[in-house]
């Protein structure tokens, strides 16, 4: 954060001291974000990566951020209506991200959500055209999916 946006944690931009409080990242249920209620999932990607899962007006929304494939991720798209993963590149390989192969041979392991893909390269919507997988879409720029 201080190489990326030093002006933005020295509040010169903002004009107003930021303070953080830092949690550690551990699976919690019920958290209130000012009227919002949300869940968090630790995800493995980074030790403090983490997935949400927010309620909103009847219908629950997983989004993993970024993340390998993991029981967490299962676990958040099966308690989700819809949910957000992302997915950078077309075959699996030794990132720590999640690859259409994997979304391919593991789809059924999500439970009965709509799968949206984000973070994603056009490589990986040309090839989920050419040959999709049911209940997974792929988002682009200026999308508007109905909850």
Not at 82 to 92: G, I, M, P, R
Not at 123 to 142: F, K, M, T
């Amino acid at each position: 954060m201080q190489l990326c946006y030093r002006d933005i944690i020295d509040g010169t931009k903002l004009g107003f001291e930021i303070r953080y409080h830092e949690l550690p990242v551990t699976e919690r249920s019920g958290l209130d974000g000012g009227g919002l209620a949300f869940d968090v999932l630790p995800m493995d990607h980074h030790p403090s990566s983490i997935g949400y899962r927010f309620d909103l007006l009847g219908t629950t929304l997983g989004v993993t951020g970024d993340t390998r494939w993991c029981t967490n991720l299962e676990a958040l798209a099966r308690r989700s209506d819809v949910f957000l993963v992302e997915c950078t590149s077309v075959d699996k390989g030794g990132q720590a991200h999640v690859s259409l192969q994997e979304v391919r041979e593991k789809a059924d392991s999500l439970g009965d959500c709509r799968v949206v893909l984000v973070h994603l390269p056009d490589e990986v919507a040309a090839e989920l055209a050419a040959d999709p997988i049911p209940r997974v879409i792929a988002s682009h720029d200026g999308m508007i999916f109905p909850l």
